[in-house]
Every structure is written in C-alpha cells, then in structure tokens.
C-alpha cells in the first residue's frame, strides 16, 4: 500500500537559479538514481506521485522548502534522507522528512504564509520606509499574467515586515489564495531585488491558532 513522505528541503545559492520545472526533473532524477519506490499515477504516461508547495522563485535560496512523495514500497524516514542526500546536487539538500497518513492534506493545498529575509548588502534603508508601507491601507502594484497588465493591491497579502541586522524580514502570503511576489514588496521600498540577496527562511501553515511548521505534531528525522 502506496505511503505518504513529506520532506523539507533547502536551497543553497549553487542552483538558486534553477526554475521549479527544473527542480522537479532534478529531484525524480535524484530519486530513480537513489532507488526511492516512487508510486507513479496510471495511464499511458505515468508519472511520479511527487508535488511541492509554493514554487520558489528563480534567483532566491531557501532553507525551508517542502514536498510530498508517495511511496510504493516501506521506506524509513532515515533511509529516504540518507539515499537523497548522497545523490542530490551541491546546493539540493534534504533537511528532514516524516512518514504521514494518507488522509493528510497535501502540502500544496495547506501551505500559504512564508518568511523571507533580504541581505543588503552594506546599503541601509529608512525605518520611515518600512513604517509607511506597513501603515498603509492599500498598496497597488502592476502585475504582469498571460492575461496582461493590472493592478493589485498587495496590502492583504503583507503580515509583517521588519529592518533585521544587515537588512529585511518579511512574512507574506504565498499559495492559491493569494501569493506575493518578494520583488512587489522590495519594489514598493524602492529596491531592485537585483541588487540584494533574498532567502526563503520558512513556509508556514497560518491560521487562526498562528503560524505552523507544515511537520508540526509529527514525528521527524532529520537527514545528515
């Protein structure tokens, strides 16, 4: 009977510009060269049962990314990590993972706030700054679909933004209910996401009893 995997892995600056499509082709490589029992969907082309949450944005690292894999076969928590790890690329790396009932959410589906951290780089900003974005009521940005251009206001979408040591932390929304993008909100401050270095530091589940960890109430292990 097919078991759920749920992983949290981290982004180093070596493959930061690494599209997700990209990433996904990495990590099934990854997973047939280590020999994961990946459960594949039926038909004429199958494909691993494997997704993430919030795909992370070309050009940004991340220490706390998350995915979920079925498994066709037992495999323990320790065994999924080690056999990865040995595998992945300089700047893949799996950080922890659990086994989870099938029943439970996808990850995909649950995850909608993230923090970011955002380096400087020696140049300094105005608390003034900060303060006004956070005071206002509506902040209209240009967004740029398939569909075209229009604006939108991404005030609901920012929960806090704070100057940190040597430059910015921030959390927002991310997922289908509303998403924003790192460089809307550095843009409003007046910076070109270009010029600093911008992490992902954690994805979160946010609700009404805060914001949680998406292995929080499971049992981990942690890879080497």
């Known amino acids: ?10 982004i180093g600056s070596e493959l930061r ?3 997700h499509l990209d990433l996904l082709r990495t990590f ?12 594949l969907t039926e038909g004429f082309h199958p ?11 070309v050009g940004i690292t991340s220490q706390g990314e998350y995915g979920d894999v079925f498994l066709r076969e037992a495999l323990s928590p320790q065994e999924f990590c080690s056999q990865l790890n040995r595998v992945l690329p300089k700047g893949l790396r799996i950080v922890r993972a659990v086994q989870v009932g099938e029943k439970v959410a996808p990850v995909m589906a649950v995850v909608n706030g993230a923090e970011y951290r955002v380096e400087l ?4 900003i105005p608390a003034e700054r ?10 209209p940005v240009e967004r740029t679909t398939k569909k075209g251009t229009r604006l939108v206001d991404v005030r609901p979408l920012i929960f806090s933004l704070e100057l940190a040591e040597g430059g910015l932390v921030f959390r927002c929304a991310v997922g289908a209910e509303g998403n924003l993008r790192p460089e809307e909100l550095l843009g409003l401050l007046g910076i070109d996401i270009r010029d600093v270095f911008v992490e992902r530091t954690g994805l979160f589940i946010r609700g009404d009893d805060g914001w949680r ?5 499971i049992e981990v292990t942690h890879g080497n």
């Not at 494909?47 to 944005?57: G, I, T, V």
């Not at 780089?121 to 300094?124: E, L, Q, V």
């Not at 960890?213 to 109430?217: F, I, K, S």
């Open 130 to 139: 900060v303060q006004q974005v956070m005071a206002s009521d509506q902040l």
């Open 213 to 217: 960890d998406p292995m929080d109430g």
């Open 47 to 57: 494909k691993p049962k494997l997704s993430f949450a919030a795909p992370l944005a």
């Open 28 to 39: 099934e490589r990854a997973m047939r060269r280590a020999n994961i029992p990946v459960d």
């Open 1 to 10: 009977m097919p078991s759920l995997m749920r992983f949290q892995y981290a």
């Open 121 to 124: 780089g020696g140049d300094t």
């Open 17 to 19: 510009f690494l599209s």
